[in-house]
């Protein structure tokens, strides 16, 4: 039996593995496998953690770093820190409250939470605070007018930036879920979606993954489409090679995710970190890249800022945090990180986010370890 949520954050909790651990408490078999699970043999999903240790903190003593910040700008708006969260599906899952829970933590913490298309809770209900930096997160729909009335409701709703996520135009295979049989519970589901009025038309002949699976898939010209109906900034999440990121800048997004989803989608791709270098090469400051997948530490967020990344967005380390002591672990998890981060700028001679440069790390094979 998993136990209720903690009203009190332990002495002993005091960094993302340690929520990882509390939340196996309070998370049964099923909700606890779709969280930490990645596709296939999870190679990608591991690899997203250890490529930060390939990258080691340059430190520079006797900085003068007084009336240092973490402070920055995007997309027009202005931000305490860099640290955001990402989109994750159904949230009451992991905790009754569910996205109202992360959206009250990211509010106090001053920190943009994109809310995914797949939210177990209504978007009209999460957003409660005025000046809240909230983001929506967009799954194509089947038909363009019902992902229209989706953009439509965020923006009217006040959802500051859309982040269009390209890289699950189906669910990938994810063999810890199907090996336990995972499936949600009823009282869970995507509450602010309308159910696929049509079905791709299927012969016997027909691959399953081509034309069902991928029937309603969008592609580019959709991402034009959409550029051209929403006033939003629009963001493109799921990059991971710097074709595809000069082809996003071609169309006019506003930024750039560089992510694998967190492994979950398709096995054996680049860590999301090892993308990074090339495609903040090509992108060459025309649009802000930002970068998720494997940031456990905020040591390893300042190594995704050196590698180029403007912010970055956590995914399953504040689940975690959710699971185990609802708004309040989330808001915990997030000052823990932000004092991390701190504590590297500030021995490593960083007084601000655009003092951390590549000079500030090292890559193993450059470095003598
Ligand atoms: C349980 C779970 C559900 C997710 N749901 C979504 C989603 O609905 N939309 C989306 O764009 N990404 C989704 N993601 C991917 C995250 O936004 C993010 O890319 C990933 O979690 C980052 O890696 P990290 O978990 O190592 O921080 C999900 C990730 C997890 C773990």
Known sequence: MSQPALTAIPQYIVSTSDYQQQARHHLDDNAWHYLVGGAGDEITANANESTFQQYLLNTKVLSDVRGGHTQLSLFGRHYQHPIFLAPVAYQTLFHPQGERATALAAHV??????????????????????????????????????????????????????????????AGIRNREQRMGFQLPSHVHAVNLTRSSGEASHHQSDSFVFNQLMANAPTWDDIEWLLSVSRLPMVIKGILSPEDAEKAISVGVAGIVVSNHGGRILDGVLPSLAALPDIIKTVNGRVPVLLDGGMRRGGDVFKALALGASAVFIGRPYIYALASAGALGVAHLIRTLCEELEVTMALCGCRDLSAITRACVLKKGEADV
Request: proline fraction near 3%; hydrophobic fraction near 45%; aromatic fraction near 10%.
């Open 109 to 170: 913490m001053n920190t943009p939470f994109t809310v995914s298309s797949l939210s177990s809770t209504l978007l009209e209900d999460i957003r409660s605070e005025d000046e809240q930096a909230l983001w929506f997160q967009l799954y194509f729909q089947a038909e363009r007018q019902q992902t229209l009335s989706l953009v439509e409701r965020a923006e009217l709703l006040g959802y500051q930036v859309l982040v269009v996520t390209v890289d699950a135009p189906l």
